[in-house]
């Protein structure tokens, strides 16, 4: 399955992934430190009680040790068995170590005869103080005490315990699960916080995009306020002044645009008129028929883009009244048919028709509706490549009524299709055409001012032009 990375990225840029990784730092981060903090102040308090408790004891033994000379006789039965059992008590090896550094008693029976002489036994002999290690690693803490001579000033021994802290250390691995599991669960819920919060804040910024949107496809021209924010205020302020000057500038072309039709209009119909005036004369010079002839048809072309140029404005600010009624479009679109009988046999195009048994009511007006028909139609009759079929199609699916016509260009379409509905582009293309390049940039103008769909599609030499509306309910 392809993956569609431009999506992905588009995300990891958007401002919602954003805010949502500030919350997953500001709220996961601390709890992993917390519970490390947690879990290492457990293990010092814990290390530490064990340290403190084995020193009690151990202080109490020595003691002993050194009141009934011990080091001279190590027989004594009563010291050994607390030696043992301290030695069982914390799972850990007790070793007692001569002035000699001999090791007259190991509760392990294994190295006793044999000389122990490490740096903390030396120290212990040396300053007559007590010294701890505990290593994490291998889950043991060693301690050394002095057994002190008679004059209280040198030690006669030292008694060296190693501790194990398996149980510590099982308890700290408990703990990190647990630890480990809340982490999860915030986790979790820190995620869907984070996506519901991330949604609200940036809840403003979409409506500001959903109105622009709007304003861009021509569903409203209204000022747009979105006070949420101060950010959102600052945009929506500097996004309304912009639009009044477009604003301004559309009505400007607007006038400019009736202005100029209107100037042409006139001189045009006089043209008109003169030219019908000296064809009433009958001329009989071959050369005056053709210069007639060329200037009647050039001058109907120019008088039919002048209105073109009126309607395309007029479609594409919706300065338009619509008279909306409910409409047979089956009905329309036979009668539009009809109407190019005559034209689809000058270019030798069959039509193929498939239309639904359902009725297909569909609430339009009709005057423009029917301009919309005459329009996709007459761009058939003017680039469909002659001796090929047409193929007009209505279905009434989904409660929407489709109407599709499809047709084989006669010239090679090196455009897109948004760009066919865009205004002269036919002109700019192919201007050997007689079409002005408006007729179907008006045609989705009009149909998306009624509420319809226009959209336009194009494989290879086919031309496809598909008309969408929602179907009304309709009984006989």
């Not at 302020?237 to 006038?255: C, H, I, P």
């Not at 019908?276 to 005056?288: A, F, G, Q, S, V």
């Not at 959209?455 to 008309?467: H, P, R, S």
Request: hydrophobic residues 40%; negative net charge.
């Amino acid at each position: 399955m392809k993956v569609n990375w431009k999506v992905r990225f588009k995300f990891v840029k958007s401002l919602r992934f954003r805010i949502l990784v500030i919350l997953i730092i500001i709220g996961i981060v601390p709890s992993i430190i917390v519970e490390k903090g947690i879990v290492n102040s457990y293990e010092d308090r814990a290390v530490s009680n064990r340290q403190l408790n084995v020193k009690n004891q151990c202080d109490i033994l020595v003691n002993q040790l050194a009141k009934e000379n011990y080091l001279q006789d190590p027989s004594s039965e009563g010291i050994n068995s607390e030696l043992t059992m301290l030695s069982n008590v914390y799972s850990g090896r007790i070793l007692i170590v001569n002035q000699d550094f001999q090791i007259i008693k190991d509760t392990y029976d294994l190295d006793k005869g044999k000389y122990m002489i490490s740096k903390e036994v030396v120290k212990c002999f040396q300053k007559l103080k007590e010294s701890s290690y505990y290593d994490r690693k291998n889950s043991y803490i060693e301690m050394t005490m002095p057994i002190p001579g008679a004059d209280g000033e040198r030690a006669q021994g030292v008694l060296l315990i190693s501790i194990s802290t398996e149980e510590i250390v099982s308890s700290i691995d408990i703990l990190e699960q647990k630890g480990l599991r809340i982490l999860v669960i915030s986790g979790v819920l820190v995620l869907i916080f984070g996506y519901i919060l991330a949604g609200i804040l940036i809840k403003p910024f979409a409506k500001i995009t959903k109105a622009i949107e709007d304003i861009t496809d021509g569903f409203q021209d209204e000022k747009i306020s979105v006070p949420d924010y101060t950010e959102t205020e600052l945009i929506t302020d500097a996004f309304n002044k912009m639009l009044g000057r477009v604003q301004s500038l559309d009505t400007s072309r607007q006038e400019f645009v009736s202005n100029v039709s209107h100037e042409l209009k006139t001189p045009l119909t006089s043209i008109i008129n003169y030219v019908d005036l000296m064809k009433r004369e009958n001329p009989t010079d071959p050369k005056i028929q053709e210069y007639l002839r060329i200037l009647d048809e050039k001058s109907q072309r120019l008088k039919v883009l002048t209105e073109d140029v009126v309607e395309a404005s007029k479609a594409s600010t919706g300065n338009i009244k619509l008279e909306m009624n409910d409409i047979d479009f089956v009905e329309m679109v036979q009668q539009v048919i009809g109407e190019f009988e005559e034209k689809f046999q000058e270019k030798n195009l069959t039509m193929m028709v498939h239309f639904t048994d359902e009725p297909s009511i569909i609430y339009a007006d009709g005057q423009r509706m029917w301009r919309v028909l005459e329009n996709v139609f007459g761009n058939v009759v003017k680039y469909a490549m002659e001796g090929t079929r047409v193929y007009a199609e209505i279905s009434n699916r989904n409660k929407k009524v489709t109407f599709s016509l499809k047709n084989i260009s006669a010239q090679p379409l090196n455009i897109s299709a948004d760009e066919l509905t865009e205004r002269f582009i036919r002109g700019d293309v192919a201007r050997n055409t007689e079409g002005s390049g408006l007729g179907l940039s008006i045609a989705k103008s009009l149909t998306e001012l009624q509420g319809g769909e226009f959209k336009l599609y194009l494989d290879g030499d086919l031309f496809k032009v598909m008309i969408t509306f929602v179907a009304k309910n309709y009984s006989k």
